[in-house]
T-cell receptor, first 113, second 112 residues
């Protein structure tokens, strides 16, 4: 099993450009998450999907949209990138909505100029 | 909403010594507390977790203690080794693990 995979690994954007970060898991997990990680601020939840067909906002959803394409895939879209969105983005998944380990992807390092 | 504080932000210990990282949370409804380890340039990985109905849990050199009354929990690493050097994140969940609120992290350095 590949676990949780993310593409791309690195990306540089100019202010105002758009892009989609892709995430896929092959563990048959129900719940998927998008976090951003900034120095000294830990991991902050952007959006999550408790199960296929549902999505909900997390702590910092402004400027982002998500799509739960199917059970395996959960994408994060930046419609008009801003320098404040420069960060490392992690996708995560877990089997059940309840108490359970979250498995993280390798991360995407995004720089917005 | 839930707020998780974590101290210290950086910690240096000599190899073989113990390390303790403390977290406090604000929402008394929180009931699940995982700890994640993140090595430089890598993804966070779960190292230990504890549920609100348990006061302490151990796994070899790692232990976590929970004080629900005081709303704080701690990670204890004994006999530290260089490979323990990493950033450690605590987290709290108010919905039995659905969503986590993470602390800001502690950078642990184990000096040879």
């Amino acid at each position: 099993n590949a676990g949780v995979t993310q593409t791309p690994k690195f990306q540089v954007l100019k202010t105002g450009q758009s892009m989609t970060l892709q995430c896929a898991q092959d563990m048959n997990h129900n719940s998927m998450y998008w976090y951003r990680q900034d120095p000294g601020m830990g991991l902050r939840l952007i959006y999550y999907s408790a199960s296929e067909g549902t999505t909900d906002k997390g702590e910092v959803p402004n400027g982002y949209n998500v799509s739960r394409l199917n059970k395996r895939e959960f994408s994060l879209r930046l419609e008009s990138a801003a320098p404040s969105q420069t960060s490392v983005y992690f996708c995560a998944s877990k089997k059940h909505p309840g108490v359970d380990e979250q498995f993280f992807g390798p991360g995407t390092r995004l720089t917005v100029l | 909403g839930e707020n998780v504080e974590q101290h210290p932000s950086t910690l240096s210990v000599q190899e073989g010594d113990s390390a303790v990282i403390k977290c406090t949370y604000s929402d008394s409804a929180s009931n699940y507390f995982p700890w994640y380890k993140q090595e430089l340039g890598k993804r966070p990985q779960l190292i230990i977790d504890i549920r609100s109905n348990v006061g302490e849990k151990k796994d070899q050199r790692i232990a976590v203690t929970l004080n629900k009354t005081a709303k704080h929990f701690s990670l204890h690493i004994t006999e530290t080794q260089p490979e323990d050097s990493a950033v450690y994140f605590c987290a709290a969940s108010i919905s039995y693990g659905q969503n986590f609120v993470f602390g800001p992290g502690t950078r642990l350095s184990v000096l040879p």
